[in-house]
């Protein structure tokens, strides 16, 4: 199996059965947020105590790719500080701008599913949706 066939299985698999997909209620640090491109919308709840992310869970509609990055993200940033899940995202983010990054920094080798991404731009708002959610949730959170 090829690598690009590989990491598509993975992101199929993360697609199809989505991890954290669920509501935490209403009482939940909650952000929603849309991508402007296609009015695709996910909301994010977070579960945050002592500056740690103690639970994560989102829904939305979304492709493929928006979803299988929510499951991923989520299942990363779980029992993450703050800001080491803020790290994460900053580096996904220079990953979807094609630079050369360490990915062993990923806590979930999954993430690396998603690097050909950054050669589609219309498809990196799509895997940045719920990565963007989770820096809108830290500002909302301050
Ligand atoms: Fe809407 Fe990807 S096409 S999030």
């Not at 493929?64 to 080491?84: D, F, H």
Request: with cysteine; charged share 30%; hydrophobic share 40%.
């Amino acid at each position: 199996m090829s690598l690009d066939d590989l990491y598509r299985r993975v992101i199929m698999d993360h697609y199809q059965k989505p991890r954290n997909h669920g509501s935490l209620g209403e009482d939940a640090l909650s952000v929603e947020l849309n991508n402007p491109t296609c009015g695709d919308r996910i909301t994010l709840q977070m579960r945050v105590e002592n500056d740690i992310i103690e639970d994560a869970k989102f829904i939305g509609d979304g492709c493929s790719i928006s979803l299988a990055s929510a499951s991923m993200m989520t299942e990363a940033v779980k029992g993450m500080r703050v800001e080491e899940a803020l790290h994460l995202s900053e580096l996904f983010s220079q990953m979807m701008q094609g630079e050369d990054i360490d990915v062993d920094e990923f806590p979930l080798e999954d993430i690396e599913a998603l690097q050909g991404v950054c050669k589609f731009p219309a498809r990196i708002k799509c895997a940045t949706l719920a990565w963007k959610a989770l820096e809108r949730a830290r500002q909302t959170n301050r």
